[in-house]
Nanobody, 116 residues
C-alpha cells in the first residue's frame, strides 16, 4: 500500500500562482511514476502532468508552459502559474506502478479555486 498526502491548494485570482505538494509513504518502488490529475465539477478526472523516477515529464496541452511538475524522491510538486478560471478543480496526486497504464494509488485531493 502507498499513502499520498497533498497540500498547497487554495483560492487565487486569475493570473496568480499556487504550488501543490504531495508526499508518498509506504510501499513505494524505485520505478514508480507519480503525477497530478484534476477533476472539475461535473467533469471526468483528467491527467495534468506526470513525472518518472528519472525526471521524464508529460503535460496535458492545456497546462503546458504554465505548470511545472518536479520530483524529489517520494515527493512531487506542481508549480502552477498564470492560473485560469478553468483550472479550478480538485487536484489529486497519484502513483502508477511501472508497466501499468493507470494510477494505482490516489491522494485525497486538494481544492484549487481560481477566481475571475
Amino acid at each position: 500500500q502507498v499513502q499520498l498526502v497533498e497540500s498547497g491548494g487554495g483560492t487565487v485570482q486569475a493570473g496568480g500562482s499556487l504550488k501543490l505538494s504531495c508526499t508518498a509513504s509506504g510501499n513505494m518502488f524505485s520505478n514508480d511514476a507519480m503525477g497530478w490529475y484534476r477533476q472539475a465539477p461535473g467533469k471526468q478526472r483528467e491527467l495534468v502532468a506526470t513525472i518518472s523516477t528519472v525526471g521524464r515529464t508529460t503535460y496535458d496541452d492545456s497546462v503546458k508552459g504554465r505548470f511545472t511538475i518536479s520530483r524529489d524522491g517520494a515527493k512531487i510538486y506542481l508549480q502552477m502559474d498564470s492560473l485560469r478560471f478553468e483550472d479550478t478543480a480538485v487536484y489529486y496526486c497519484s502513483v502508477r506502478r511501472f508497466g501499468l497504464r493507470a494510477p494505482t494509488y490516489w491522494g485525497q485531493g486538494t481544492q484549487v479555486t481560481v477566481s475571475s
